[in-house]
């Protein structure tokens, strides 16, 4: 036997570790170091991070992808419920859909106002500049509403149209030709007053559109804006997005269509 054995030990057999630990030997320790090193950050570390990561979704998803707006007024009546005052529609604008494809009559959209549309607009943001600060932060990340006069109207003409003039029954020309436009008030009192119409003609500019409120008699639209430069249109640039569906409250949610207006 020699010197450098134990009594009663096997030579075969292993001794003991170095590192005092014969079930997990080098290898072992270092697994055991790393799965410490894995072990999740502290929470208050971790929660900031997910509240950031979040928020960041929010932003990509509200630029690039869509935005939910509440209705303001009855103009859009009634299509999309808003009042003065009270809980109005809550709809979904599609930021894709105009990537692919121009904005054409009959669609509803949402779009930034001309200044022309602007006067008299009044902030939505506080005269606290700490408060006015976390609003416009909020605003760029989608948690508040942009301080802009964003509207929602429906698209009647687009450019090298000409809008304006009143059909015997009372209903819009657009190139000489009366719309058909199921979505109007039923109301033939409503729908078919002249002053509906009875306006222009306007030729609408090329990369411009004409835009009208469902409820002709409370909609403050392209017919109150014809002395400005674009003729009371809204530039491309400016519309925001399509009006895809009415998500609250749950017992309006729905599509909101865009018909072929021009086929009466």
């Known amino acids: 036997m020699s010197s450098t054995e134990s009594p009663g030990q096997n030579p075969s057999e292993p001794g ?21 090193e894995k072990k999740g950050q502290p929470w208050y570390i971790e929660i900031p991070m997910l509240v950031v990561i979040a928020l960041v979704l929010v932003f990509v998803f509200q630029t690039f992808v869509g935005r939910v707006y509440q209705i303001p007024s009855e103009s859009m009546e009634p299509t999309l419920h808003g009042c003065a005052g009270c809980t109005g529609d809550r709809i979904f604008v599609d930021k894709i859909s105009y990537r692919f494809g121009d904005p054409q009559p009959g669609d509803v959209v949402v779009f930034e106002g001309p200044d022309s549309w602007n006067q008299g607009y009044q902030s939505i943001r506080s005269d606290n500049p700490v408060i006015r600060t976390l609003q416009d932060i909020g605003g760029v990340i989608g948690v508040v509403p942009p301080d802009q006069n964003d509207m929602v109207k429906r698209v009647i003409a687009v450019g090298g149209q000409t809008v304006g003039g009143c059909s015997p029954d009372g209903g819009l020309l657009v190139d000489g030709e ?4 199921p979505y109007l008030n039923a109301d033939p009192a409503v729908d078919r007053n002249p002053l509906n119409c009875a306006f222009g003609p306007v030729t609408v500019p090329e990369g411009n559109y004409w835009v009208m409120g469902d409820n002709r008699s409370n909609s403050a639209d392209s017919r109150y804006h014809m002395g400005d430069e674009f003729q009371g249109t809204v530039p491309e640039g400016n519309i925001i997005g399509k009006v895809q569906a009415i998500i609250l409250p749950f017992n309006r949610i729905g599509s909101v269509p865009s018909p072929d207006i021009t086929a009466g």
Do not use: I, S
């Open 16 to 36: 003991p570790r170095e590192d005092g630990d014969p079930a997990r030997g080098v290898g072992g320790g270092r697994r055991h170091a790393r799965a410490a």
């Open 178 to 181: 009366p719309l058909d436009e």
